[in-house]
């Protein structure tokens, strides 16, 4: 059996969620074990573009359709989605038995660096320091990053920790964040073909 095709026990790592409220609909489904093929719609391009970038490093398959009113404001399309993939990557990743639970990335992007590192602990918490003097990426507010990353990491059950080391142009900072928790994320859900249970102390994650 290959550690990257299956979980510790040969499960699937797939699961689908469907999310509904008055301001968004949202459909994701998530393979931890994929080859990072995508299929992305949130009617806000550059988020598009930012969740493309997440599923192909992370090499999840991840497929996300959303229609929210981002006519009001593009907040609840990209927060709503945050929650989604969040509670979809928990259920895919199922008892987490046999994974390396830490992942850790430092990622350059043209003049910016940003350093990511995570645990898969089930107990959520963002430190999140990604300033930007000028946050606007053509029609995105790059302070929505953080908004979706708390959602995420909330839902994800993941202690996520986002810094910036350095770095000028918006677009850079929030593309090297994606990217760097993608990675991470990679290296934390992999499958340590030395680990026979869950990897703590505690018996429980």
Avoid: W
């Avoid at 059950?157 to 928790?181: C, N, Q, T």
């Amino acid at each position: 059996m290959s550690s990257t095709a299956q979980g510790a026990a040969g499960a699937s790592r797939v699961a689908t969620i469907a999310r509904k409220t008055k301001e968004t609909e949202i459909r994701i489904r998530i393979d931890l074990d994929g080859t990072g093929q995508y299929d992305i719609s949130t009617g806000i391009p550059f988020f598009d573009h930012m969740l493309e970038s997440f599923g192909r490093h992370a090499l999840f398959d991840l497929e996300v359709q959303a229609k929210g009113d981002i006519d009001v404001d593009l907040h609840h399309t990209v927060e709503d989605v945050g929650i989604s993939l969040g509670q979809a990557f928990r259920e895919a990743l199922g008892s987490a038995s046999g994974i390396k639970r830490f992942g850790a990335c430092l990622l350059p992007m043209a003049e910016s660096k940003v350093e990511v590192a995570v645990d898969v602990s089930n107990r959520p918490y963002l430190v999140y320091q990604l300033e930007m003097e000028n946050p606007m990426i053509s029609t995105f507010d790059g302070t929505l990053t953080e908004d979706f990353m708390y959602a995420f990491s909330q839902s994800a059950g993941l202690d996520l920790h986002i810094e910036k080391r350095y770095g000028k142009s918006p677009h850079h900072i929030v593309e090297a964040a994606f990217k760097g928790v993608a990675r991470a994320l990679r290296e934390a859900v992999a499958i340590d073909p030395r680990e026979t249970g869950l990897p703590t102390v505690k018996g429980a994650l």
